[in-house]
């Protein structure tokens, strides 16, 4: 695939380019791409540091996990974020066995977390939750599941996506 840059005339009314071809350009503070082979302009976003559309910057599935994970990125600008969270288990571990995904981050005023507690035992349990929250630049944005309550390797399932909104 190539990547060429062309004029600058707004909205852009060249051709499109030949199928595995892709074309950009940046005009009147808006970014535009071309669909190789598609025959149209699409709006991909609206200035060059945050641009006018959703960009996931963690993306993570994972079924039947049996080791705590981490996941973090850092917040390029004071700029609002969405994060999204789904587990589940099957509940046929030990009673009080555990996973517990901790959300951290750092908002304008001070650190902030947020904890979900997945029960792996008791029957079929499913968690899904959507933070939306405002990160200070240059700090993290910390999703972190962990073992509790004895459980060491207890398989539950998780989806995750930490979203910087436009």
């Not at 060059?48 to 960009?55: C, D, L, M, R, Y």
């Not at 080791?67 to 009673?95: H, R």
């Amino acid at each position: 695939m190539s990547i060429s840059y062309v004029g600058r005339i707004s909205p852009p009314n060249i051709p499109v380019p030949p199928e595995a071809a892709l074309y950009w350009d940046y005009v009147g503070g808006n970014l535009y791409g071309s669909q190789p082979g598609s025959g149209q302009w699409a709006l991909i976003g609206g200035n060059s540091v945050i641009p006018n559309v959703p960009i996931i910057q963690v993306s993570s599935d994972q079924a039947s996990a049996t080791a705590p994970a981490s996941f973090s990125i850092t917040a390029v600008t004071s700029v609002m974020y969405q994060i999204s969270l789904y587990m589940e288990t099957e509940g046929l571990q030990a009673a009080n066995h555990t996973v517990t995904a901790t959300l951290t981050w750092t908002s304008p005023n001070q650190a902030d977390s947020i904890a979900n507690v997945l029960h792996l035992d008791g029957g079929h349990v499913q968690i899904f939750e959507t933070y939306p929250l405002l990160a200070s630049a240059g700090t993290s944005i910390t999703m972190a599941f962990s073992y509790g309550g004895g459980a060491t390797n207890d398989p539950y399932t998780y989806g995750l996506r930490i979203v910087q909104m436009p």
